[in-house]
């Protein structure tokens, strides 16, 4: 199904018993393509495992964004700011819209990103601390469905996101995050693909019991720090220049450690970066040339797994 080839195309698919309604999106930023690619394999499987309820799978959200292999569509707008869109405005506004009116449409959202070209990321499951209680305990069942080894929650704040439309709709919702850079990461593909699997019989979608791994040995973070869980401001590059790193992702840092530094190759000038706080390095820049206030990485508060609440 189509609603309009310029946006995107969407497969709906149809268990034999009622149940809920389940969307899944890939695609939302044009340089991502594991989640694309995991799409297309369910594409081809659940026809023969859905037993109950609906799947919504939309495998390439922007279209135009991936014609240009980049993050921002044809427009120069990035979709992931641009919910809940406008019928009558840009091809970004109008896809947000009609993405829109699917999430509200929807039981259950899942949206799966990696870090693109720019950045590679820890796998993790995420979750806004929706202030329904009732929904945020379904946000994290459906994280917990994906057996990834990060569980993050963050504030509910931002706006502009297919999970901001989710929270106003109360429509459970989690995006994920794996890897990101040049290449193709079959991992990737296989924990996006098994964990949605995972996720429809959790929801008794698929007539077999889930595997769901103990949350004691993962990471559980819910953080209510304000931009909690916006990526692009953490760590900012404090020069111009080619970004060297010093730590890999998954390590343990801690604050003042040396990140890495930004070399000018003009003048010379090396500046160092250093760890902002003591935790996890779950995401670090990829593409090495970086302009001052770019964001150089991430750490996540927490050196044990375990569930852990930061306020903040």
């Known amino acids: 199904m189509s609603v309009g080839a310029e946006f995107f195309e969407y497969k709906k698919f149809s268990g034999g018993r009622p149940g809920p309604r389940l969307l899944l999106i890939a695609g939302i930023h044009g340089d991502e393509y594991e989640p694309m690619l995991a799409a297309t394999a369910l594409i081809e499987e659940l026809p023969e495992l859905l037993s109950a309820g609906e799947v ?3 495998p390439v959200a ?31 506004e109008q896809t947000a ?12 959202l899942v949206d799966m990103h990696t870090g693109g070209l720019m950045y590679d ?21 459906m994280a917990a469905a994906f057996n990834l080894p990060i569980m993050w929650g963050t504030e509910p704040g931002p706006e502009g996101r297919t999970l901001s439309v989710a929270r106003d709709a109360h429509v459970p919702a989690i995006y994920l995050e794996y890897g990101g850079g040049t290449g193709l990461r079959p991992q990737v593909i296989k924990a996006y693909k098994e964990g949605v699997i995972n996720l429809l019989k959790s929801l008794r979608m698929i007539d077999s019991p889930p595997d769901i791994l103990p949350l004691v040995n993962r990471y559980w973070v819910e953080d209510h720090r304000l931009d909690s869980g ?5 760590m900012p590059s404090p020069a111009d220049g080619i970004f060297e790193k010093n730590v890999g992702i998954g390590n343990q840092v ?5 990140w890495g530094s930004v070399i000018n190759p003009v003048s010379g000038e090396h500046t160092p970066v250093y760890a902002d706080m003591n935790g996890l390095a779950f995401l ?22 375990g569930k852990i609440v930061t306020c903040q």
């Open 56 to 58: 919504v799978v939309v």
């Open 62 to 92: 922007n279209y135009s964004a991936y014609l240009g292999q980049a993050r921002c569509g044809a427009d120069g707008l990035d979709l992931a700011r641009t919910c809940p869109g406008d019928l009558n405005g840009s091809i970004t």
């Open 97 to 108: 819209h009609h993405l829109s009116e699917l999430i509200r449409n929807s039981d259950y």
């Open 121 to 141: 990321i820890s796998p993790l499951a995420g979750y806004m601390l929706h202030p329904s209680a009732e929904v945020l305990e379904k946000q994290r069942q």
């Open 230 to 234: 916006f990526l692009q401001g953490k």
């Open 254 to 258: 801690v604050q003042g450690q040396k």
């Open 284 to 305: 670090i820049r990829d593409i090495v040339k970086v302009k001052k206030g770019d964001s150089l990485g991430g750490i996540l508060p927490v050196q044990e797994t």
